[in-house]
């Protein structure tokens, strides 16, 4: 079926006379123009029309040498598809800035014919061919593994998620004006592509406020998250994106903060994980109002809350549909939009509402899933074992643990030890993110390093909170075997103290077990536990 050519040039009116005439002038193909240090990625079939175009742009002119990337079986449908790949393993790659603007339309998923040819073997193709040119520095399945690669706000969304990215842009632009704040909730389960959307929406909302044409131009926006690890990816997302800029990206407190000082309302605020945020006061954090999303309501004109009341892992943030209701009932209209579709793991139903009981309580039967590796392991050793295996097959695997074993920051290091297994809590720095560096394969990571990425394979501890009842045959929670003793402070104004206890903790599970993309292995302290479930 023919083989990849690649074609490169300099970005220049001469050269671009100087190339003859040739069939791929009015044919599909994918192009990029670039320097040392900035691409922009296109597909055309008008070549020469196009470079012309570019040439007089302020922007792309600057760039210096072009390549065209040609192939006898390219089709509108497969350059499309391989244009919108290229933009986002080149962000991934990290060698350059990229000055591309996010295509709606055409970054949706959708089927063409022999998609899978194009969509894989072409493009290995072509990613390999630019790695043995030098003009790329990494594999595409070490860019695949980056949460910047995951998060990309250029991503092919599916038509739910586009509906969704349509939908909170329209409320942007019709309340931007309005008198009162206006608030827009959405709420999805651990894996469904919360992030990835959010993503993919502020930088269209932030391609518009450079827009004169748009009444969005010139909005002072911002993306918060209480969450550092995903903090950091975002911040380096925007060191390669045109449109982004990395004071775009801030913690709760800080924004609020600088809100109340500067006096002045921010335009538009996308809410990530909003079920981290500070539900009262926090001293610690430097939070002395009542709750965070009643701050942030206070000093913006649009609010986009994304959460995910399953998600909540702390009592001084412990929210639920009622708490969240009230807060926002005088500023939203509607339910909260709902995402459900899951995509972080490749499992089927069985194994998802395998772990939905489990964190109900009940053991079902286990499942057998063809593509998706779930196993009961009776050796924490064992467990860990088999992921150092899996991450050596395919990286980005690890293990991580409910918080059951004593965790410091004090600079020392802590251990977890269960039977022949003595491993380290996980190690942080400010830049990247956990589970992407190498050597923490030897550590294990909690349930606040791993929270809202993912994992290949994920070997999931069970500590001695996570018990078997006997008697009723189902789950047993015991909340003073916990030692996460920051989860339980703030219990001021929560009717049921020993109820939300045991949530946090089954929801802390629910997290850990929803990492892994291609597999889930466990390991559970509790003696009768362990052997529940290896009987199953």
């Known amino acids: 079926m023919g083989t990849i050519e690649l074609k490169t040039w300099d970005f220049n009116k001469t050269a671009l006379d100087s190339i003859k005439k040739e069939a791929?002038?009015?044919?599909?193909v994918v192009y990029f123009l670039n320097n040392n240090t900035t691409v922009y990625i296109g597909e055309t079939v008008a070549f020469k029309n196009r470079m012309k175009s570019h040439l007089s742009n302020i922007e792309r002119k600057k760039l210096e040498k072009m390549t065209l990337i040609i192939h006898e079986k390219f089709h509108r449908s497969a350059t499309y598809n391989i244009e919108t790949k290229l933009i986002n393993y080149f962000l991934g790659d990290n060698r350059y800035k990229l000055q591309n603007k996010s295509q709606t339309m055409q970054s949706v998923m959708h089927n063409y014919h022999d998609k899978e040819f194009y969509d894989i073997k072409i493009f290995n193709e072509i990613w390999t061919e630019l790695l043995n040119r030098n003009m790329v520095n990494s594999p595409a399945h070490v860019i695949e593994n980056k949460d910047i690669f995951k998060l990309s706000p250029f991503k092919e969304l599916t038509m739910t998620q586009l509906e969704l990215k349509t939908k909170i842009i329209e409320v942007c632009e019709e309340h931007i004006d309005d008198d009162e704040t206006f608030v827009f909730m959405v709420k999805g389960e651990a894996g469904v592509g919360?992030?990835?959307?959010?993503?993919?929406?502020?930088n269209s909302i932030q391609e518009r406020a450079a827009d004169k044409n748009s009444n969005l131009h010139?909005?002072?926006?911002?993306?918060?998250?209480?969450h550092s690890e995903m903090l950091k990816t975002y911040k380096n997302i925007a060191a390669n994106v045109k449109f982004l800029k990395k004071n775009n990206f801030d913690k709760p407190t800080s924004f609020i903060n600088k809100q109340k000082k500067a006096a002045e309302k921010a335009d538009i605020v996308l809410v990530d994980e909003a079920h981290l945020l500070l539900s009262r006061a926090d001293a610690f954090n430097g939070f002395n109002e009542n709750n965070q999303l009643e701050e942030i309501i206070k000093h913006s004109k649009v609010v986009i809350v994304v959460y995910d009341e399953k998600q909540v892992l702390k009592l001084k943030s412990y929210w639920d549909e009622e708490r969240l209701k009230k807060i926002v009932s005088d500023y939203q209209r509607g339910e909260p939009y709902v995402l459900r579709e899951q995509f972080r793991m490749d499992a089927g139903d069985d194994v998802i509402n395998w772990i939905d009981n489990f964190v109900e309580k009940r053991i079902l039967q286990l499942p057998k899933d063809e593509l998706y590796d779930f196993q009961i392991f009776d050796s924490a050793k064992e467990m860990h074992d088999a992921i150092v295996e899996k991450n050596k097959e395919h990286g980005l695997s690890r293990v991580v643990s409910t918080f059951d074993y004593e965790h410091k920051k004090d600079g020392e290091q802590y251990y977890i030890r269960e039977d022949s297994l003595e491993i380290p809590w996980n190690s942080t720095d400010t830049k990247n993110t956990w589970a992407e560096k190498p050597e923490t394969i030897k550590e294990a990571g909690s349930i606040y390093t791993i929270q809202g990425f993912d994992l290949n394979y994920v070997g999931v501890i069970l500590g001695p909170s996570v018990t078997y009842d006997e008697q009723n045959g189902c789950v047993k929670i015991l909340t003073e075997k916990y030692s996460d003793t920051e989860a339980f402070r703030g219990k001021e104004g929560i009717e049921d103290v020993e109820r939300a206890k045991e949530q946090i903790i089954l929801n802390s599970i629910n997290v850990l077990m929803k990492r892994g993309i291609k597999g889930l292995y466990v390991f559970a302290s509790d003696e009768g536990l362990r052997e529940r479930?290896?009987?199953?």
């Open 24 to 28: 791929y002038f009015d044919y599909p």
């Open 194 to 202: 919360k992030s990835v959307v959010l993503s993919s929406v502020f």
């Open 218 to 226: 010139q909005t002072k926006n911002y993306l918060l998250v209480n």
């Open 533 to 536: 479930l290896i009987a199953l």
